[in-house]
């Protein structure tokens, strides 16, 4: 056999099927050989690495990230915040930047360019869906768009579609096929909502579940589920906050609807009432519904059961310094979570609420399948990109606002130990980070969407 570059020897391999002792042989940044765990001397390898002990799991495909960047690099970039994905665990991601959004070809273009040789990890790029726009649906999906992100409401100075531009909208991509990230907030709603509060002078944490409210989310999202179908359209619901929303939307799928459901680890983990005392470090939106663990144990139950198709995190990062700038209306949305979706995950496994099938599922091979990035991206197999994580099942950390790496600086779950931690990160074949530290090799390629891989 010629010599490998690489072999992982003796971990347990996780797909969603099962798991499995085995040897991982990688040969130009592919998996090569997946076979028994025997002795790995029969295997000739340039670099040998002993995972007897270690779970080896597919890089984390994460399907929902902002990195700023260009448009808001203060924030975030894309050196610091794919660096931070290695050492968490992820080896892909989609980005979308609300600050400079792509919203022609052109803009494609332009943005490929800038990041040129500024990504540690693979990065597919979506564009942003704008009303009365959807004549670019062709041309951006045949450029290679990974998706289109759309809104239901006018958040982050991006306009919001109502119904009848989001069924046009969503005709327009069905004829491409391409698939959209919905955001759901019924803008009629939070409109509502807004003036009353502001009239009432109220600046207290508490106006946001008030204002981005359950009613909100849920009346968009069985919109848009409905539109979904009668189009024919492909599409996720993006961040689905609470199992009514979830229930809406997988019985949409049950009639035929092409519809994922995102699920993101703050509305498993993070209290609604955590706004009071947090404020704007709690700001995001859908903001969090979970009040208790029984709430939180339907989550996990939702995600285990694939009602809620997929994790991502939603990483749209400030600074502590730009949280604290002003009060709960006027401060950034958004939490950082590159550094701590994939540790949360494997902490849910140690809990009891996952196994590492799910984990290697719903932050690998479904977001992968979900945005065409399947079967290069998402799985351990021979002919996939050899983009492994190996994680010690036992070693325990807590999280830590000094450990992010993310230009954030921070994470709204600091003070949690977790359980099982990534040890080694390898993109390709090549190592990208161990022990939590980077190797900053800005190594990351550009996927295409449209026909990039089959679907």
């Not at 649906?137 to 289109?148: H, P, R």
């Not at 209306?329 to 849910?348: E, K, R």
């Amino acid at each position: 056999m010629t010599e490998l570059d690489l072999l992982v020897a003796g971990g347990t391999v996780v797909t969603p099927g099962g798991r499995r002792r085995a040897h991982v042989g990688v040969r130009d940044g592919v998996v090569v050989h997946l076979g028994p765990a025997g002795p790995a001397g029969e295997l000739p390898a340039a670099r040998t690495v002993d995972a007897a002990g270690l779970v080896v799991l597919p890089g984390g495909v994460d399907t929902h990230v902002h990195l700023m960047d260009p448009g808001s690099p203060e924030r975030e970039d894309f050196p610091t915040g794919t660096a931070a994905a290695t050492a968490a665990g992820v080896t892909t991601i989609v980005e979308h930047s609300h600050g400079s959004p792509v919203r022609t070809v052109a803009d494609l273009r332009d943005k490929t360019a800038y990041l040129r040789d500024r990504s540690d990890v693979d990065f597919g790029l979506a564009a942003h869906a704008w009303p009365g726009s959807a004549r670019e649906v062709a041309g951006l999906w045949a450029a290679g768009v990974t998706f289109f992100k759309v809104f239901t409401c006018t958040t982050h100075g991006v306009p919001g579609h109502d119904a009848a531009r989001l069924k046009e909208h969503l005709t327009a991509t069905a004829e491409a096929g391409a698939v959209s990230l919905l955001h759901c907030e019924d803008e009629s709603l939070t409109e509502a909502a807004e003036t009353l509060l502001r009239t009432a002078g109220r600046t207290d944490g508490g106006v946001l579940p008030d204002w981005r409210s359950r009613d909100a989310e849920l009346v968009a999202a069985v919109v848009a589920a409905l539109l979904v179908r009668r189009t024919g359209a492909r599409a996720t619901v993006a961040h689905v906050s609470h199992p009514e929303v979830a229930g809406y939307l997988a019985g949409e799928r049950a009639r035929g609807a092409a519809l994922a459901a995102e699920g993101c680890p703050q509305y498993f983990l993070l209290r609604e009432e955590e706004v009071l005392d947090h404020g704007p470090l709690r700001k995001f939106t859908p903001p969090a519904r979970a009040r208790t663990d029984a709430d939180e144990a339907e989550m996990w139950q939702l995600l285990r059961s694939g009602v809620l198709t997929h994790m991502s995190s939603d990483h749209a990062p400030s600074t502590l310094e730009q949280k604290r700038a002003g009060d709960i209306w006027n401060v950034h949305f958004g939490l950082p979570g590159l550094d701590s979706t994939m540790a949360l995950l494997l902490d849910a496994v140690a809990r009891g609420h996952l196994s590492y099938e799910d984990v290697a599922r719903v932050y690998g091979e479904r977001p992968a399948r979900t945005y065409g990035l399947w079967p290069r991206k998402g799985r351990i197999a021979v002919g996939a990109d050899a983009d492994l994580v190996l994680v010690d099942p036992g070693q325990e950390r807590t999280l830590r606002h000094e450990d992010v790496l993310s230009k954030a600086g921070w994470t709204p779950f600091a003070g949690r130990t977790v359980r099982g931690c990534v040890v080694q990160t390898y993109l390709r074949g090549a190592l990208v980070a161990e022990a939590g530290r980077p190797a900053r090799a800005r190594s990351g390629r550009l996927l295409h969407g449209a026909g990039w891989c089959p679907r």
